[in-house]
Structures are given as structure tokens and as C-alpha cells.
């Protein structure tokens, strides 16, 4: 099992280097394995059709809601809408998903 994990892990890797550069560009976040850089890519596919960065929060579902009630305007949870697996890569201990060889 441990060999197929490693295997597999090799041909995201090789998979995001022949297809997919922004993927180095992402990894240089700190916590960010190929695996969420990859996924973010592909999921987000044209950066351009949005008009701000702040959108694609959004569009992953990462914006909390708020509920407004006399002065007070309180932070909820966040919508959830949106991509789940990249929403869940994005919001675990960034190291669990990391590619590791």
C-alpha cells in the first residue's frame, strides 16, 4: 500500500510539472504540497474571469457568513459552497497533505 502512495504521489508530482507550472508558484506558500496547489489549479481553472482575488474565496465557499442584529455584526461559519475536497485540503494541518517522498 505504502508503494501505490508513492507511486501515486510521483505521478501528481510529474503531472503537475509537464501540465500544470502555476503549480510551482503555488508551493512556495508555506504548507502547500502539490497536492493542494494541483487541486486549486484545476479547480479554479481561469483566474482571470475573476475580477478581484478576494472572489475565489468565495467561490471555494471560505467567506463566513454574517447575520446583522441591531449593532452587533457577528461572524459566522464560513458558506461551504463551493469545491469540498479543495475547501477540506485548504482548511487541514497543511502538512497531512503535502506530497512527501
Not at 14 to 33: I, M, W
Not at 68 to 80: D, E, Y
Request: with cysteine.
Amino acid at each position: 500500500m505504502n508503494q501505490r502512495v508513492v507511486a501515486y504521489d510521483r505521478q501528481i508530482e510529474q503531472l503537475a510539472k509537464e501540465h500544470y507550472p502555476e503549480v510551482e508558484l503555488l508551493k512556495q506558500v508555506k504548507g502547500v504540497g502539490t497536492l493542494i496547489a494541483l487541486t486549486f489549479v484545476l479547480t479554479v481553472d481561469d483566474p482571470h474571469r475573476f475580477r478581484r482575488s478576494r472572489d475565489v474565496g468565495c467561490y471555494l465557499g471560505l467567506r463566513p457568513g454574517r447575520r446583522n442584529s441591531g449593532k452587533s455584526q457577528p461572524q459566522m461559519h464560513i458558506s461551504k459552497e463551493g469545491d469540498g475536497l479543495l475547501r477540506t485540503l485548504m482548511v487541514q494541518e497543511p502538512t497531512t497533505f503535502s506530497v512527501r517522498w
